[in-house]
């Protein structure tokens, strides 16, 4: 089981931190993801973290300006946001698969946060 929370509304310019809560099991066999989707479009990965060693991977439209972590003491994986832009305005996924950012290498997902940038 994976459950987002920290979306909200926030300024250009702002930032914004986001949590995915799941179980000690799922963050030990599984890289997990943050994915973001707006109506009409599929989901598209933004950040990625291995269970192993702990790498990650970004979008290019994010870089500089997200960071993914993990805390193995809470299950959570979180996604700080910074320097947030209109366009980064979406519906918010954490999921668990195999690496990558791609959807079809996710298996299991969250319900969602929603994060609203204002311009």
């Known amino acids: 089981q994976l459950v987002e929370s920290g979306g909200g509304l926030v300024q250009s310019g702002g930032s914004l931190r986001l949590s995915c809560e799941t179980s000690?099991?799922?963050?030990?066999?599984?890289?997990i993801g943050w994915f973001r989707q707006t109506p009409g479009l599929e989901p598209k990965g933004v950040a990625s973290?291995?269970?192993?060693?702990?790498?990650?991977k970004y979008d290019d439209s994010v870089k500089g300006r997200f960071t993914i972590s993990r805390d193995n003491a809470k299950n959570t994986v979180s996604l700080q946001m910074s320097h947030l832009k209109p366009d980064d305005t979406a519906t918010y996924y954490c999921a668990a698969g195999y690496g990558g950012l791609m959807r079809s290498e996710y298996d299991y997902w969250g319900p969602g946060t929603q994060v609203t940038v204002s311009s």
């Open positions: 973290i291995s269970h192993r060693d702990g790498s990650t």
């Open positions: 000690k099991e799922t963050l030990d066999l599984y890289w």
